[in-house]
C-alpha cells in the first residue's frame, strides 16, 4: 500500500493519515467494480439525478491504522486535478467488520446537521462528491475502505 495523498493537492499527512492501494492493481476485482457502478447508477436514478458520464478513475482502499490514528479530515473530493474537477458522487464502502476497530467514523455535513455513517460491513454511503466529510482517527484495530467517484461534466 502506498501512503495517502490526495488528487491535485500537495500531500499533506496532517490531513489524511492511511495507506492506499487501487483496484484495478489487484486480480480478480472486476466484479466489484461492476457491482459499484451499477449501485452508483441506481442511487443517482432515485437520488440524485446528476449528469454522470463516466468512472474512470480507478477505485480505491484505503487502511486508517490504530498505529497512527489514521483518518482524514474534512474535505470534499472535489479538486484541481484532471479527475478531481469531474467528480460528481462519492461512493464510500464499509470493508471492516465494526468489531474489528474504534474511532474511525465517516461522518458527512451536507447541511447544518453531521451524518455519521453506518458502520456495518459492505454497507455503501453515497453523496454528491462536494459534500464535506471526514473520518475520524482510528485509536483501536483497523479501518479498511473502498472508494469510488463518478464523474460527470463539472457543477456550474
Ligand atoms: O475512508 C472513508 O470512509 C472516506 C474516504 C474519502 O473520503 C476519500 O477517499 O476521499
Ligand atoms: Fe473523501
Excluded: C
Excluded at 102 to 124: C, K, V
Excluded at 148 to 155: E, I, K, M, N, V
Aim: overall charge neutral; glycine content about 10%.
Amino acid at each position: 500500500m502506498r501512503d495517502g495523498g490526495l488528487v491535485g493537492q500537495v500531500k499533506r499527512p496532517d490531513l489524511r493519515r492511511a495507506d492506499l492501494v487501487w483496484i484495478d492493481d489487484l486480480p480478480d476485482a472486476a466484479w466489484v467494480m461492476d457491482r459499484m457502478l451499477r449501485l452508483v447508477v441506481e442511487a443517482n436514478r432515485a437520488e440524485f439525478g446528476f449528469d454522470l458520464t463516466d468512472f474512470g478513475e480507478s477505485a480505491q482502499i484505503a487502511r486508517y491504522g490504530a498505529e497512527r490514528q489514521g483518518h482524514f479530515g474534512w474535505h470534499s473530493d472535489i479538486g484541481k486535478g484532471q479527475w478531481a474537477a469531474k467528480r460528481k458522487l462519492t461512493v464510500v464502502i464499509q470493508l471492516s467488520d465494526p468489531a474489528d476497530y474504534e474511532g474511525g467514523t465517516l461522518e458527512l455535513q451536507p447541511d447544518s446537521n453531521l451524518y455519521t455513517a453506518p458502520r456495518q460491513r459492505g454497507f455503501a454511503t453515497v453523496f454528491p462528491s462536494f459534500v464535506l466529510h471526514r473520518v475520524t482517527p482510528v485509536t483501536a484495530g483497523e479501518r479498511f475502505s473502498l472508494t469510488l467517484w463518478a464523474h460527470g461534466p463539472a457543477f456550474r
